[in-house]
């Protein structure tokens, strides 16, 4: 599966991860995270697991996501805290 | 030696090491309690990769439609580990946001070193 | 129905636990949680009847054989914790009883013994379960119901300390599933049978997987059962929980882990695999740091159940160093510590849960002149304290002649002097609580009228009797332990 | 080396039983019906000094009696009583019997009776369990049995400096106990038994069996009040009420010496140590307990913390004896166990009468307080010259036993130690009685503040009659039959004691 598709779908991971890490805004942070389950849902497809790739999509990207955004909207949406 | 030589060589066995390592490192060092969260789904993805990987391990195919004899399937414990995994992943997550939005209702702040501070 | 018997041990308070939020609401919730727990208690009993002569019960979930299929196993060890997990459930359920409903908001006392219920699944499941992965899957269950009877509470130090325990408990499951995967990796088996005959060739061909998977392993166990420097969850957690939930923490939930470890570390992790790794020893280092700072960190403490929070600390070090020098008079007193610890710290949660019942107080100097108006309460709380330090006729006493004599047969008298300072330390800290609470002079009284309602002051009553008995006639459970050490052994 | 005939019977399991359940019943009792509580108690220790005096038959013949339960606890109990054990327990059920009795007087209108009552009794059982110990295990658990409930005792007036006292001397007495945990527990490691009465548990010097000497040494110490062990002792001995303060330094702190007695001869074996010299570190620590003991006391004036002081002169003594390892000493040894008991016992108890009827405890302001209490004065001062060691009293007989003794051992020198300890006591004792009977100087000054309540007193402020605020009669009999003791055993020509301290000693030095 070391195509090139395959090595590019792998470095988005390590970037979206990063990226989530670091940046303070936590709304980016959570669609940066939704983006990065779709793509693991579709490294998972490659490696022959179809069922556990969907699963990933719905969960993951889908209902974890929404948890995400549902716990931000009823906090605050970024990490610095002015007061 | 052998085998540490061969996780090298595979990209996903390091990408999943990685991405463990990264979600770690972000549960443990960041203080806001949301991130702390996105961490943990970061780490359990990553071995969730780990475990798809090892069932892959023997170039393989998926084993739903049954594709006859000699050919070899990816393993399925491992998907059903997996599934368990994420499972419980969405359900503990489900779980800490919600007592996150509840202590935010409380005193207004989801900084952990915020909080050690109104406490004392 | 003998056959199902070990599956029962889990999926009754399992079922238990979906039944009481659909129709335990209005009180009826407690008398299901009673019924759920009273019967796991006879099944657990029961099957002790059965291996207590050394045989093994299996169970094949849905009769799918072992490399595939999960087995559940139940040997003497097993059916030994499960009872005496049930009887310390069963005295903290009787007691919640009264005490819960006035501690959390009515709407949400049915969850509580939903929860208690899955918590109780889960500790049976880890107790019972026969492969790795079952074993992960339980120990999260049993962290996120502990989690849940932490929180419940919804007061914000309560909300703090779960939120502290989930995110390392997270930590911890982590580390245990890439364990898990690894172990996967070098052998193909989950099964701890299987592992156990796979592993010593994968220990030769993969020896960095196999030493990662160990220290991995190791690591998350070892935080679910707050081995120093791994603790600093525990204080808050125990303390700030309402407190028949801080009875089965401190008393239940952090022995687990240690029994999962022991399991792994005497069926799977023997002889060659761990020849080459250092981990026992570690262990004794990391159980010495925690005997030495628990003690000296709950000396500190103000706050009664702080301290015994604290005090778990340094009575979960004494059974990893029973368990890191890996003999068997050591292995006994460790496993004997599990069961003598639960008995003992529930009871003392109890104790300072109907103190903080009756006076509405919870700092240790309120206790001064306590004996005037709870004089059942105090003595239970005295037996308790007696037994921490380890003095003769009680059954702390028993457990610690063991693990000294363990360290003295491992060639270690240094670490018996550990053992022997913690218990000075431990008398230097519980000894002023009860010396105040017999002899000193109460600031204010508490509201007059009898110490407690019968149902909260004799499961105290109960459990430190048992203690006693346990300290004057120990000979059945330590017949039994010393088999299983043996067995675990391999000798 | 001659077996001893062993006589299996469930007495020594009975006569620990007794004053158990007489603990027990007591506090019962007492909630309702306060004399009978207190009559029972006295019951007890007698029953249990009739039932100690009826081994007598078996000893006489050099038996030992002998109980085994192996039922219970890790390792099970047993008990074997041998003629030193025989004569310790009679011993102390005699001297509990009469701090019993003497209680009933003494603990008349005090708080907190019934807790005393019923811990006095339960610290009897745990004394007589350890003087009959037959392993270590079970002299351990006895002993905790005794020294844990002895701090209610000690706490019992509840004021701070009560309460201090006894934090401290259970955070000295468990500290201790876990030093003598390890080494009981490094005993059993090393030769796989604890049983007493063997003759050699350990014959092998290791670091380790070294260190079990040195816990079993520091733990035994600790109870005996041995220097630098013994910041305890004087706290908590004074703060007690002084039937129970007569009981620690009469006996309790005895079970220290004994346990060590114990360890020395049977544990390691005469031979052993002699090969060894580890006695040496006893010999050494010993006569400084002698010499500290005794010169703090003078520096003293409260009369029960001299006392105290006093005692730990008096187990230095008893300490020196037993590191000697000669035949004679170890019959000083013994016997001083015996003479010390009763005199100091008496002493305290007298103490008692002393605080209770006058108020004074300074013994500056003892002057003329012979002629209001002449009978405890007596008794006071016969006792004071016992352990002086003026001849012929009980103390003379020990302390001439331990000189010969010293001499037998080659080291005559330490005999100057004792009679630098009997120089020492004649200076902080005797000048108590000369002011209390020759000092006529203050008699005619007002009482003191405390003796105010007591209306004869009042009548005393303008002329004390002779014995007019003297002790009631339950109060009198104990401190006279100890005062008599004290000198009728050493003169009368069947001293029992003395023949039974030979035996013990001839036993131990087989």
């Known amino acids: 599966m070391i195509t090139l598709f395959g090595v590019g779908c792998l470095v988005f991971l390590v970037v979206c991860a990063l990226v989530v890490a670091r940046t303070r805004d936590l709304l980016a942070a959570t669609v940066v995270f939704a983006a990065y389950s779709l793509v693991m849902a579709l490294v998972w497809q490659q490696l022959q697991s179809p069922d556990v790739a969907i699963t990933e999509a719905a969960l993951g990207a889908g209902i974890t996501s929404l948890l995400f955004l549902l716990a931000i909207g009823r906090t605050r949406r970024t990490e610095d805290e002015e007061g | 030696m052998e085998i540490s030589l061969g996780l090298f060589l595979r990209l996903n066995y390091l990408v999943a090491i990685t991405l463990f ?32 990987s090892i069932g892959y391990a023997r170039q393989s195919l998926a084993p739903i439609v049954d594709q006859g004899d000699g050919v070899i399937y990816a393993n399925p414990l491992v998907s059903a580990i997996v599934l368990t995994g994420i499972v419980i992943a969405v359900s503990t997550t489900a779980y800490t946001l919600s007592m996150i939005v509840k202590l935010y209702e409380r005193c207004g702040t989801l900084d952990v070193d915020r909080l050690e501070r109104l406490r004392t | 129905m003998l056959k199902h018997l070990p599956v029962l041990l889990t999926v009754m308070p399992l079922a238990g636990a979906f039944l009481v939020p659909v ?83 009515p709407a949400s006392v049915h969850w509580y013994w939903s929860l208690l219920l899955l918590l109780l699944a889960g500790i ?107 603790h600093v969850w525990l204080p808050d957690a125990h303390s700030s929980a309402p407190s028949p939930s801080s009875a089965l923490l401190s ?203 019968p149902s909260m002051v004799w499961p105290i009553v109960a459990l430190a009797s048992l203690c006693l008995i346990l300290g004057v006639w120990p000979h059945l459970p330590l017949r039994l332990l010393g088999d299983v050490a043996r067995t675990l052994l391999g000798r | 080396m001659q077996q001893a005939f062993e006589f299996p019977t469930a007495m020594p399991a009975l006569i620990v039983l007794i004053p158990m359940v007489g603990a027990v019943l007591a506090y019962w009792v007492g909630l309702r019906w306060e004399s009978v509580r207190n009559w029972l108690c006295v019951l007890v220790a007698g029953a249990s000094l009739v039932l100690c005096l009826s081994m007598y038959p078996f000893i006489r013949e050099g038996g030992v009696v002998v109980t085994r339960l192996p039922v219970l606890l890790p390792l099970g109990l047993s008990f074997r009583v041998d003629v030193l054990g025989y004569l310790l327990s009679s011993l102390t059920a005699a001297i509990w019997l009469l701090a019993t009795f003497y209680s009933l007087d003494y603990m008349k209108g005090e708080h907190g009776v019934n807790r005393y009552y019923a811990f006095l009794t339960l ?17 351990f658990l006895f002993f905790e049995l005794m020294s844990l409930p002895a701090a209610v005792l000690v706490i019992h007036e509840e004021t701070r400096e009560a309460v201090q006292a006894a934090l401290k ?23 796989g038994s604890v049983a007493l009465g063997t003759k050699g548990l350990i014959t092998v010097a290791t670091p380790l069996s070294f260190l079990t000497f040195a816990g079993f040494l520091i733990s035994l110490g600790v109870k005996a009040g041995m220097v630098p062990l013994h910041m305890w002792l004087p706290d908590a001995h004074p703060v007690a009420p002084s039937p129970a303060s007569a009981l620690l330094s009469g006996i309790m702190i005895k079970t220290g010496a004994y346990g060590m007695l114990r ?248």
């Not at chain 4, 955070?171 to 201790?176: L, S």
């Open chain 3, 124 to 230: 049976n499941g880890v107790v019972t379960a026969h492969d790795l992965f079952n074993l992960f899957v339980f120990t999260e269950v049993f962290s996120l119901a502990a989690c849940g009877i932490i929180s419940i509470r919804d007061r914000l130090d309560s909300l703090e300390a779960a939120i502290k325990y989930l995110i390392l408990s997270a930590v911890a499951a982590g580390c245990i599933l890439l364990g898990i995967a690894l172990v996967y990796m070098v052998t193909g088996h989950l099964n701890l049978s299987y592992l156990a005959a796979e592993l010593p060739m994968a220990a030769r061909l993969y020896p960095k997987n196999v030493l990662a998977m160990v220290a991995l392993l190791t690591t998350g166990f070892a935080l679910k059962s707050a081995l120093f420097p791994l």
């Open chain 4, 263 to 510: 360890v020395m001869y049977e544990v390691y074996g005469l031979e052993f140590l002699q090969r060894t010299g580890w006695n040496s570190v006893l010999l050494t620590l010993s006569v400084i307990t002698i010499l500290m003991g005794s010169a703090v006391a003078i520096t003293q004036f409260d009369l029960k913390r001299r006392l105290a002081y006093s005692s730990i002169g008096q187990m230095g003594c008893i300490l020196l004896g037993m590191s000697l390892m000669s035949e004679r000493a170890l019959t000083g040894d013994v016997f001083h166990f015996f003479a010390d008991a009763v005199a100091k016992s008496c002493l305290f108890l007298c103490a008692g009468v002393i605080l209770k009827r006058t108020g004074k405890r300074d013994i500056r302001q003892f002057a003329g307080i012979g002629h209001l209490l002449p009978v405890t004065m007596a008794c006071f001062t016969v006792s004071a010259l016992t352990l002086v060691g003026i001849p012929p009293l009980n103390g003379f007989v020990s302390k001439w036993q331990l000189s010969l003794g010293a001499f037998d051992a080659g080291m005559p020198a330490y005999a100057l130690a004792l009679l630098a300890s009997s120089m020492l006591n004649a200076a902080y004792y005797l000048p108590i009685v000369l002011t209390a009977f020759f000092d006529r100087s203050v008699q005619k000054e007002a009482p003191a503040v405390g003796v105010a309540l007591n209306p004869i007193v009042k009548k005393g402020a303008i002329g004390w009659q002779l014995g007019s605020i003297e002790a009631s009669a339950i109060m009198l009999v104990p401190m006279v039959l100890l005062a008599l003791s004290c000198a009728v055993f050493a003169l009368s020509p069947q001293n029992w004691p003395l023949r039974l301290a030979e035996m013990a000693a001839r036993l131990l030095m087989q």
């Open chain 4, 169 to 191: 001397y259970l955070f000295m007495t468990i500290g201790g106990s876990l030093f003598f945990f390890f080494s009981l527990v490094a005993t059993y490691q090393l030769s």
């Open chain 4, 123 to 139: 610290t009897l059982s745990g004394a007589l369990g350890t003087f009959m110990a037959g392993d270590l295990f079970t002299f």
């Open chain 3, 251 to 453: 008393g239940l939930v952090v022995k687990v882990g240690i029994v999962a470890l022991i399991r792994l570390f005497t069926t799977v992790f023997t002889g060659p695999v761990i020849a080459a790794l250092p981990v026992p020893v570690f262990m004794i280092v990391m159980a010495v740091g925690g005997i030495i700072f628990g003690a000296l960190f709950a000396m500190t403490q103000r706050d009664l159940k702080r301290m015994l929070a604290y005090s778990t600390v340094t009575q979960v070090g004494y059974i990893y160093l029973g368990f890191g020098l890996l003999n068997e008079t050591a292995l006994t007193g460790a496993l004997l510590h599990i069961i003598n610890h639960a008995l003992l710290k529930s009871m003392l949660f109890m104790c300072a849960g109907l103190f903080i019942h009756r006076t509405g107080k919870r700092r240790i100097a309120d206790m001064a002149g306590l004996a005037r108006h709870m004089p059942l309460t105090m003595s239970c709380f005295t037996i308790g304290a007696m037994a921490m330090v380890g003095i003769p006729v009680t059954n702390g006493f028993v457990s610690k002649w063991h693990l000294v004599l363990g360290t003295l047969h491992g060639g270690q008298p240094l670490l018996a002097g550990v053992i022997l300072l913690s218990s000075l330390l431990s008398s230097i800290y519980y000894f002023p609580v009860v010396v105040a609470g017999w002899f000193g002079h109460p600031a204010s009284p508490p509201p007059p009228g009898p110490e407690g309602p």
């Open chain 2, 21 to 52: 390592l990264i979600g770690l490192h972000t549960m443990l060092t960041h203080s806001n309690l949301i991130k702390k969260v996105m961490g943990m789904n970061i780490m359990e993805t990553g071995i969730f990769l780990f475990l798809v």
């Open chain 3, 23 to 105: 129709f335990g609401r209005s009180g009826r919730g407690h008398r299901m949680a009673l019924v759920t727990v009273a019967v796991t208690l006879l099944a657990a009993v029961t099957m002790l009847g059965i291996t207590a002569g050394g045989e093994v019960l299996r169970y094949r979930v849905g009769d799918w054989p072992p490399p595939w299929g999960i087995e559940l196993r139940v040997d003497a060890l097993g059916a030994l914790l499960a009872s005496f997990f049930a009887l310390v459930y069963l005295a903290v359920t009787i007691f919640a009883g009264r005490d819960i409903p006035g501690e959390l908001n």
